[in-house]
């Protein structure tokens, strides 16, 4: 009786345990198969056969089915009658090893524009005030920006610069123009170096009606504060990409 009692307990266990290990190797397969997505690893955009997939990376059908369904979940791919799983959505690469405008940075890509929400002084906010180096309230240039990419919404940026600096740049090409590139022309020094934080947040009402994402969708948000070559801070940012269009990329080196 006692034997029967614990196979009764364990036969439960162990069909959790299974069905757990095929969702780990989903999303395991959904890493490798969105890479190969994204850096055109399938001719013509059209994914293998589920039968393929699985024979390549020894998994069974249902897990194959599960990973693609992750995919479809993040409207990666879709399911197209009479082609196959293809994939729908293009990501850009977004280098962080190098200090540049959006413009420089996917240049490659197309055309990036900028709609100027909102351009003037504001009081600088105390957190502003502090990492920017100026008194607490006095004024700062305040800059709201929607990016876009080939029309396509990308980021909305909101910038905050010493006033200094901003009252020259009221007056200048916003719509066309990387800030760091006019920073860089009116003070006559080379930018030098940004501390950036990079993390995931739901997206406001705000900000998703501008991106035209779905309200609480995850959106990549990065923070950089932009030094001068001489160490002087003068531009910072806070910037909130669609997860779906961008992903951040960079080549580090381990330090002795």
Do not use: W
Not at 101 to 106: D, K, N, S
Not at 202 to 224: C, F, I, K, T, Y
């Amino acid at each position: 009786m006692p034997a029967e009692r614990t196979r009764e307990r364990t036969a439960p266990v162990s069909a959790a345990r299974r069905r757990r290990l095929r969702a780990d190797q989903a999303r395991q397969l959904a890493d490798l198969l969105r890479r190969q997505a994204l850096s055109g690893g399938f001719p013509g955009g059209v994914l293998p056969l589920e039968d393929s997939i699985g024979a390549d990376f020894r998994v069974s059908r249902n897990t194959v089915r599960q990973a693609l369904d992750l995919l479809r979940a993040e409207q990666l791919v879709e399911r197209q009658p009479g082609v196959g799983t293809v994939v729908v959505c293009e990501k850009y690469a977004h280098g962080l090893d190098r200090l540049q405008g959006l413009a420089e940075t996917l240049h490659e890509h197309g055309t990036v524009t900028n709609v100027v929400r909102t351009a003037g002084p504001v009081p600088a906010p105390a957190p502003v005030a502090g990492r920017l180096r100026v008194p607490e309230h006095s004024d700062v240039l305040y800059i709201e920006r929607l990016r876009l990419l080939n029309g396509l919404p990308l980021s909305l940026d909101l910038t905050y610069i010493p006033m200094d600096i901003g009252a020259e740049l009221i007056g200048c090409d916003l719509e066309n123009t990387d800030v760091f590139r006019l920073i860089e022309t009116l003070t006559g020094t080379r930018l030098g170096t940004a501390d950036i934080t990079l993390e995931a947040v739901n997206a406001d009402a705000h900000s998703a009606a501008v991106l035209q994402a779905p309200r609480g969708a995850a959106v990549l948000m990065l923070e950089r504060l932009t030094h001068l070559c001489d160490g002087r801070p003068v531009d910072l940012e806070f910037i909130r990409f669609r997860g779906d269009r961008i992903s951040m990329s960079g080549l580090l080196h381990r330090s002795a």
